[in-house]
């Protein structure tokens, strides 16, 4: 996603390697204000090199795990120094640090995208610094962690959600039903980094691949940031259109309560990124469930994903055209 925020332009992207070869081609800007790096997962880091070294970037905003290395050692019952447990987890974070590696040698600065903090015109909504470690700690990644027992009930709760989740496929869909898998999306996925900004009066939230408790931290954060729910405008659907990062109460919460028919004007976008080889999303459900409160749903279904960006630019310049500088870099 591409946001065009006055003079500043933000990159947060699925495949940066479209933008690259676009941007090499059609002379986009040379200079980005902000890059942020969302979450470790290679669909998301993947390529961002390219970025660094094609584009000259104001600041890369990521979160690195070693940053807290003083913090999580107790937990990690293997490690006896904090040094060794940054060299760990280096290790266990190789599309981080090697991003580290290269901003340093570009003499590009690195700032942490935690809660409250202003990346341009957006704000970090979520992962508070607290929650980020948390989630290291409970990450597949990390399994040298000593490890908090499950309660019996706990376990009997879980295998009751599993069996509802099997059964849901056999559901028929009304209007309005919504039946959504009780388990949760990974670790990795709920350290995403979720922004908001307002621009001329446009609620625009960028979830990545958030799911329920960083969907759930960002809500309860909304009014700190001068976030007024339900109610965004537009909307990026997190992970891809899952259904494992959102929920009727997570949607109710933030888009508002499901309508009683589809209404005549849309009341927002809602912008899923999906490639097309990836039949599985996004899921009927989350498609249905934006569609339910009102909300006109954009896929990019493998188109190039660049195109989509300059799709959404091209919108957001049209909305917000008082502020776009009239000499536009962009091929609009
Ligand atoms: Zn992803």
Redesign the pocket.
Same mark, same amino acid.
């Given at each position: 996603m591409l946001a065009f925020t006055g003079l500043s332009v933000q990159l947060e992207v699925?495949r940066p390697q479209c933008v690259v070869q676009h941007g090499l081609t059609t002379g986009n800007p040379a200079f980005i204000d902000h890059v942020v790096l969302t979450h470790n !997962?290679g !669909?998301?880091a993947g390529g961002l090199a390219a970025v660094l070294e094609s584009f000259r970037v104001g600041a890369l905003w990521m979160l690195r795990p070693w940053l807290y290395a003083e913090e999580l050692l107790p937990r990690f019952a293997r490690f006896t120094s904090a040094e060794n447990l940054r060299r760990r987890l280096r290790a266990l974070y190789p599309n981080i640090a090697s991003l580290e590696e290269l901003a340093l040698a570009k003499g590009i600065p690195i700032f942490e995208p935690l809660q409250g903090l202003r990346i341009g015109a957006f704000t970090v909504l979520a992962p508070s610094k607290n929650r980020y470690i948390e989630l290291i700690l409970s990450s597949d990644r990390t399994p040298e962690v000593v490890p908090e027992e499950e309660t019996l009930l706990e376990a009997f709760t879980r295998a009751l959600g599993n069996v509802a989740a099997k059964a849901i496929t056999l559901v028929r869909s009304a209007w309005g039903a919504e039946v959504f898998p009780s388990d949760e999306t990974s670790a990795e996925?709920e350290m995403s980094v979720v922004q908001f900004a307002l621009l001329n009066g446009h609620k625009i939230l960028l979830t990545? !691949?958030s799911g329920r408790g960083g969907l759930d931290e960002a809500i309860r954060y909304a009014p700190f940031a001068g976030l007024v729910l339900p109610g965004i405008d537009m909307f990026q659907v997190p %992970? %891809?259109g899952s259904r494992r990062n959102v929920s009727t109460e997570i949607l109710n919460r933030l888009l508002g309560p499901i309508l009683p028919a589809t209404p005549v004007v849309p009341k927002f976008s809602a912008f899923v990124s999906s490639a097309k080889a990836d039949e599985a999303h996004p899921r009927k459900a989350v498609v249905r469930a934006m569609q339910h409160r009102g909300g006109s749903v954009l896929t990019t279904e493998g188109k190039n994903v660049y195109a989509f960006s300059v799709l959404s630019v091209i919108l957001w310049a049209r909305r917000f055209r008082t502020f776009i500088p009239s000499v536009s870099p962009w091929p609009v």
């Open positions: 699925e !997962d !669909d998301h996925n990545a !691949d %992970h %891809h």
